[in-house]
């Protein structure tokens, strides 16, 4: 009778652990800000003025959004009411009864508890492509300076062009900050400012710029890579790297090339 026993909780036991799954397998809740920048191509925009081409196109976004969690409040109050039933005839929102069903197989199959998205939603993660990417380094005009009464009008800020730099799209933000820091002319990632980082497509010419200030952005950007067929090719704006230090060993490496 003991024996019994034994073997009923040794199965349970490996039942459970089968169904936690490996340690850290869980997919990792997405912050507010990336979950408004995976959406944010659609963000504020009138249905009639979105392309049914650029529904398609930028789809896999909202799929990944869903994935990843994120609030549908934030989805609803930021996306046009018609423009969210042209969007989620090809990217639904999850339903109680895709995850009870998803529970169920679970439960008759524990062969598959390894796959728990669908092969379209992992696509997105496996993918990986070459990118090509240009750093224009934009040093602020001088301060405007009153002449004869008036204020001058101030010039723009001089652009200088870097680059192309190639990355694989699966490469670290980590290692994306240090081919940003050789672009900007220097050699170390500390030294440049993140908090004006900012990226768009190269094509078309009047893509919509976007914040790549941390990590959570820099993930964005490779999902919305990640959904183009082709021309993977981008610029990253960025001031030049700053030189406020407070010792001389980060001065030498924070000094441009």
């Given at each position: 009778m003991?024996?019994?026993?034994?073997?009923?909780?040794?199965?349970?036991?490996?039942?459970?652990?089968?169904?936690?799954?490996?340690?850290?397998?869980?997919?990792k809740?997405?912050s507010t800000?990336?979950?408004?920048?995976?959406?944010?191509?659609?963000r504020?925009?009138?249905?009639?003025?979105?392309?049914?081409?650029?529904?398609?196109?930028?789809?896999?976004?909202?799929?990944?959004y869903?994935?990843k969690?994120?609030?549908?409040?934030l989805?609803?109050?930021?996306?046009?009411?018609?423009?969210?039933?042209r969007?989620?005839?090809?990217?639904?929102?999850?339903?109680?009864?895709?995850?009870?069903?998803?529970k169920?197989?679970?439960?008759?199959?524990?062969d598959?508890?390894?796959?728990?998205?669908?092969?379209?939603?992992?696509?997105?993660?496996e993918?990986?492509v070459?990118?090509?990417?240009?750093?224009?380094?934009e040093?602020?005009?001088?301060?405007?300076?009153?002449?004869?009464?008036?204020?001058?009008?101030?010039p723009g800020p001089?652009?200088?062009?870097?680059?192309?730099?190639s990355f694989?799209?699966?490469?670290?933000?980590?290692?994306?900050?240090?081919?940003?820091?050789?672009g900007?002319?220097?050699?170390?990632?500390?030294?440049?400012?993140?908090?004006e980082?900012?990226?768009r497509?190269d094509?078309?010419?009047?893509?919509?710029?976007?914040?790549?200030?941390?990590?959570?952005?820099?993930?964005?950007?490779?999902?919305?890579?990640l959904?183009?067929?082709k021309?993977?090719?981008?610029?990253?704006?960025?001031p030049?790297?700053?030189?406020?230090?407070?010792?001389?060993?980060s001065?030498v490496?924070?000094?441009?090339?």
């Open positions: 003991n024996s019994s026993r034994l073997v009923v909780l040794t199965s349970l036991g490996c039942a459970l652990a089968l169904l936690a799954g490996p340690a850290g397998a869980a997919t809740k997405a800000a990336e979950c408004a920048g995976l959406i944010d191509v659609f504020n925009k009138p249905s009639a003025s979105v392309k049914d081409e650029a529904v398609t196109e930028f789809a896999p976004l909202v799929k990944t869903w994935k969690g994120c609030p549908a409040d989805y609803n109050k930021q996306i046009d009411p018609a423009l969210r039933q969007i989620e005839a090809v990217a639904p929102p999850p339903k109680a009864k895709a995850k009870a069903k998803a169920e197989a679970v439960d008759e199959d524990k598959e508890l390894d796959v728990m998205g669908s092969d379209e939603e992992n696509e997105i993660e993918h990986n070459k990118v090509l990417m240009y750093v224009n380094v040093t602020p005009p001088p301060p405007p300076v009153r002449v004869a009464g008036r204020m001058t009008k101030p001089k652009i200088t062009v870097r680059g192309p730099f694989q799209s699966n490469i670290s933000y980590a290692d994306f900050l240090l081919i940003v820091a050789k900007v002319g220097t050699r170390s990632a500390n030294c440049i400012i993140r908090a980082m900012q990226w497509f094509r078309p010419a009047n893509a919509a710029k976007r914040p790549v200030t941390n990590e959570e952005g820099y993930e964005a950007m490779i999902t919305m890579i959904t183009k067929s021309d993977y090719a981008i610029t990253v704006s960025i030049p790297p700053t030189k406020h230090v407070d010792d001389v060993v001065f490496m924070c000094a441009t090339s």
